[in-house]
T-cell receptor, first 113, second 108 residues
């Protein structure tokens, strides 16, 4: 596709369950970012992948959060043992590389009951 | 941590120019100034970026002071669809950190 694709668009889960969120970046983009945005709040950086370099995981809020990027393309954000405070919109973005503008997906709305 | 300071909110009359200020007094020589905006319920959208010189594109103009410690984003003829949160970010490489931004309300 032409843009960053995220799936699912909405996810409702029960507290304690694991969830996986997927991001398909724009083809050829070497950089990929995950952010989350709680209701009425700003964007919180989670993790950043650049090419084959080790990812910058400094924004992950706890060890329940992890992310992978396979083959330099698709990325999966996994949240284990979800908590109610994990409820937010999770946004993925990609760019051609450093100094390049980010293109954002439409996000995944996660609701933990 | 965000390295920029923006007013939390601003109003602008439809059809008038919207001038959004940003302070970045600790910017270093190789950091760019980027502007993004987020319209309600959507992912952020890139607007413009610059290093030293003023920049203009189809969406906006970016004016950077000579000492680079502040900048202004100008929307020349604001429309109701420009109502959004506008983020000013200084950035080199690595993670892009968003601050709280300025909520611009364009009024008829």
């Amino acid at each position: 596709g032409a843009g960053v694709s995220q799936s699912p668009s909405n996810k409702v889960t029960e507290k304690g369950k694991d969830v996986e969120l997927r991001c398909d970046p724009i083809s050829g983009h070497t950089a990929l970012y995950w952010y989350r945005q709680s209701l009425g709040q700003g964007l919180e950086f989670l993790i950043y992948f650049q090419g084959n370099s080790a990812p910058d995981k400094s924004g992950l809020p706890s060890d329940r959060f992890s992310a992978e990027r396979t083959g330099g393309s698709v990325s999966t954000l996994t949240i284990q043992r979800t908590q109610q405070e994990d409820s937010a919109v999770y946004l993925c973005a990609s760019s051609l590389g450093s100094f390049e503008k980010l293109f954002f997906g439409s996000g995944t709305q996660l609701s933990v009951l | 941590d965000a390295k920029t300071t923006q007013p939390p909110s601003m109003d602008c009359a439809e059809g008038r120019a919207a001038n959004l200020p940003c302070n970045h007094s600790t910017i270093s020589g190789n950091e760019y100034v980027y502007w993004y905006r987020q319209i309600h319920s959507q992912g952020p959208q890139y607007i413009i970026h610059g290093l030293k010189n003023n920049e203009t594109n189809e969406m906006a103009s970016l004016i950077i002071t000579e000492d680079r410690k502040s900048s202004t984003l100008i929307l020349p003829h604001a429309t109701l669809r420009d109502t959004a949160v506008y983020y000013c970010i200084v950035y080199n490489t690595g993670k892009l950190i968003f601050g709280q931004g300025t909520t611009l309300q364009v009024k008829p």
